[in-house]
């Protein structure tokens, strides 16, 4: 009896050395799931909890598949938008396998998952960028300000320059619609599509010039805005400052005229009054007059009067005088009326 129990055991020993030699056994980590298959079938139900396994040796095989989030990185692609404007779109994703039974059966292996990602992820960005102008792939929000879009307009009498597409959905939007398009053509490979997004979108390199030459427009043309205001605020400031020079110089004038009417009609009165009071004071007053229209009108010039000019009567009536012995100095002759005049 106990050599046959004995034998028990090492028979029993025998065959789980060979079980684990011919790969009997499988252990089935936390971050996986399993697919057993038979002759390339499955075979039972997927195996996704952790633990020591067993299976047929030889004739079953183990296909491991990855329970966590993958990642899916696309191409960055050119493709045209609505408006016809060439970009480069550089995508993102993020899935996992939900239903590894399916995904088996479909795909066999992440290299063709990541292929078959590639097809309906890249189709469906092409169709969202196509359907779209520009301005909605790049803008995240159709609610965002545009501060430097109100200067453009206000800047361009036209409204032309800086003038956008209005907003109607957004960039989000457009990853929304990838994102829920995209997901469910994947559910039946047993993918489940966690998030789709824009990495980075850039110009094409001939585009990329014309919209740094139509910047480079835009921002001339608002120079050329802000120049010819100034211009014409500073020729409105010339014209009133030239206005206000000629009222003040007109006003000056008036203010002298004025001055110089009322001084020549006080000056006017004056004689007036001296004339009236006697016959000698007038004529006294019209030689002090007649004086200072000498050194007025003489002075170094050379004036030719007539002997009944007006102008020539004190000149003519001054007479010379008779010398004397006399150690005083000689008297000029008066002047009926006023006094002498020397020679």
């Known amino acids: 009896m106990k050599k046959t129990g004995f034998g028990c055991l090492v028979a029993l020993a025998a065959l789980a050395v060979f079980v684990v030699a011919s790969g009997g056994i499988y252990t089935v980590l936390e971050t996986e799931q399993i697919i057993v ?6 075979v039972g139900d997927p195996v996704k909890e952790p633990g020591l396994k067993f299976k047929i040796p030889f004739l079953q095989k ?3 598949f990855d329970k966590r989030i993958l990642e899916w990185d696309g191409r960055a692609t050119e493709m045209p938008t609505k408006d016809k404007t060439y970009i480069m779109v550089d995508t993102y994703a993020r899935w996992m396998i939900t239903d590894p039974l399916r995904y088996f059966e479909k795909l066999r ?3 063709s998952a990541q292929s078959r990602l590639d097809d309906i992820l890249g189709s469906e960005v092409r169709n969202a960028v196509a359907k779209h102008e520009l301005i909605e792939v790049i803008r995240t929000t159709k609610d965002r300000k545009e501060t430097v879009d109100e200067d453009l307009v206000e800047a361009d009498l036209s409204g032309s320059v800086g003038k956008l597409i209005p907003i109607r959905r957004g960039r989000s939007a457009l990853e929304s619609d990838i994102y829920k398009t995209a997901r469910a053509k994947l559910r039946e490979f047993g993918i489940e599509l966690l998030d789709a997004r824009f990495k980075r979108i850039n110009y094409n390199q001939s585009v990329q010039e014309r919209i740094y030459d139509r910047m480079i427009s835009e921002r001339q043309q608002i120079a050329e805005r802000f120049r010819s205001e100034g ?5 409105k400031i010339l014209g009133d400052m030239e206005r206000d020079l000629r009222k003040i110089e007109s006003e000056a004038y008036k203010t002298v005229q004025v001055t110089m ?3 020549d009609a006080t000056a006017t009165e004056i004689y007036a009054k001296a004339y009236n009071q006697s016959p000698e004071a007038a004529e006294f007053y019209e030689f002090v007059r007649t004086l200072e229209l000498y050194s007025d009108v003489l002075g170094d010039s050379t004036v030719v009067l007539t002997t009944d000019s007006d102008l020539f009567k004190y000149l003519k009536s001054v007479k010379p005088v008779e010398p004397s ?3 005083d100095a000689p008297t000029p002759k008066k002047v009926p009326g006023g006094p002498g005049l020397p020679r």
């Open 109 to 111: 292996d992440e290299r």
């Open 62 to 64: 183990v296909n491991r």
């Open 231 to 235: 211009a014409g605020e500073a020729a």
């Open 325 to 327: 012995n006399s150690a």
């Open 37 to 42: 298959t038979q002759f390339g079938e499955p």
């Open 261 to 263: 009417g009322e001084a």
